[in-house]
């Protein structure tokens, strides 16, 4: 059940510790105020004109930078590229916009305090271009989404998560749920600078 213990901004404290936790394991990591300063931070770090694959997120289009990756022409979408492609003859060309753009940008959905970052998925459709496949991602990430562990985060992802995925998902899709079908944890990125998390000390997303 979904309960306020995950939508919690922790202390100062453990905040500036998950973000040194995270630097020390090769991802660059910044300490934003609000959202509006996370929208800033992650927009001035993607060149303009570069591809970029805007991740299905609920951080990313509370803040606006969906939309503007999407619709403002200072980028090439790769998303919007990927829909104007055929389904049946494209879709080689369809997945590797989604799985090996340039430039990522997206949320996951718990950070341990340990430095490892959690992202579920139900088709895995992000999975590959965080994992490997985009030269570069740039994850925003509310701090009510940091757990002291791996345990605690697999309790977020079930408990919490879940629950407000399969809401999300039954009104955008009218499917009856989500699921969580495939899990991504990150524990050390071994390639410098690739990954950027932007820690912000205000509930966004879930």
Same mark, same amino acid.
């Given at each position: 059940?979904? =309960? $306020?213990?995950?939508? =919690? ?6 905040? !500036? @510790? ?5 630097? #020390? *394991?090769?991802? =660059? ?10 929208? %800033? ?8 004109? #570069?591809?970029?694959?805007?991740? $299905?997120?609920? $951080? ?9 990756? %999407? ?16 389904? @049946? $003859? %494209? %879709? @080689?060309?369809?997945? *590797? ?11 996951? &959905? ?11 998925? +139900?088709?895995?459709? +992000?999975?590959?271009?965080?994992? /490997?496949?985009?030269? &570069? ?11 002291? *562990? ?9 408990? &919490? ?5 399969? !809401? ?12 969580? *079908?495939?899990? /991504?944890?990150?524990? @050390? ?16 997303? /879930?």
């Amino acid at each position: 059940m979904s =309960t $306020t213990k995950y939508e =919690t901004i922790p202390s100062d404290a453990i905040i !500036e @510790k998950t973000a040194a936790a995270l630097t #020390a *394991n090769g991802m =660059t990591t910044h300490i934003v105020a609000n959202g509006i300063a996370a929208k %800033q931070m992650a927009l001035s770090l993607i060149p303009k004109g #570069a591809e970029v694959m805007d991740m $299905t997120s609920v $951080t990313l289009d509370t803040i606006g930078v969906s939309k503007i990756i %999407q619709e403002s022409g200072d980028y090439i979408s790769a998303r919007k590229v990927s829909y104007a492609l055929d389904l @049946k $003859t %494209q %879709q @080689k060309e369809i997945h *590797n916009l989604r799985s090996i753009p340039v430039w990522t940008i997206g949320s996951v &959905h718990a950070v341990t305090e340990e430095g490892s970052v959690m992202v579920a998925s +139900q088709s895995g459709s +992000q999975l590959a271009a965080y994992s /490997f496949g985009s030269d &570069h991602v740039i994850w925003v990430v509310g701090a009510q989404k940091i757990v002291a *562990n791996r345990d605690e985060g697999f309790k977020r992802i079930y408990e &919490h998560c879940l629950v407000l995925e399969s !809401e999300r998902a039954h009104k955008a899709y009218g499917v009856p749920a989500s699921s969580v *079908n495939k899990l /991504f944890i990150l524990d @050390k990125e071994i390639v410098a600078g690739r990954i950027t998390v932007i820690l912000v000390k205000e509930k966004l997303g /879930f």
